[in-house]
């Protein structure tokens, strides 16, 4: 059974940095690639960040390049997301993602997700 469990959310004011932590549990960790998606209220799920399932290619939404950086860590089936800069319109519910695409650093979300994570950054 596929589990997702993302950690690290939280508030911050702008400017300020959070790290957000997903455990993977479930399924060949080192062959999926893995995204954060987020979603803010009243708006639709969107792509932050992707990784392909050895790390060589990162995938970044425009709004974050610079700002956020990607990482896995397959020895520990964790990924995380490492944010600065941040900015009030980053605050959503952050959520960790599973695609068995593993070598596509692009591609539809699979059908596996986390439970979310808040994250508000306050001006």
């Known amino acids: 059974q596929v589990q997702l469990v993302e950690s690290g959310g939280g508030f911050v004011n702008a400017g300020g940095s959070l790290r957000l932590s997903c455990a993977a549990s479930?399924?060949?960790?080192?062959?999926?690639?893995m995204s954060w998606y987020r979603q803010a209220p009243g708006k639709g799920r969107e792509l932050v960040a992707a990784?392909?399932?050895?790390?060589?290619?990162?995938n970044y939404a425009d709004s974050v390049k610079g700002r956020f950086t990607i990482s896995r860590d397959n020895a520990k089936n964790t990924v995380g997301l490492q944010m600065n800069s941040l900015k009030p319109e980053d605050t959503a519910v952050y959520y960790c993602?599973?695609?068995?695409?593993?070598?596509?650093?692009?591609?539809?979300?699979?059908?596996?997700w986390g439970q979310g994570t808040q994250v508000t950054v306050s001006s």
């Open positions: 990784i392909t399932s050895t790390g060589s290619r990162t």
């Open positions: 993602n599973a695609n068995s695409l593993g070598f596509l650093a692009y591609g539809p979300p699979g059908t596996n």
């Open positions: 479930g399924f060949t960790f080192n062959t999926y690639r």
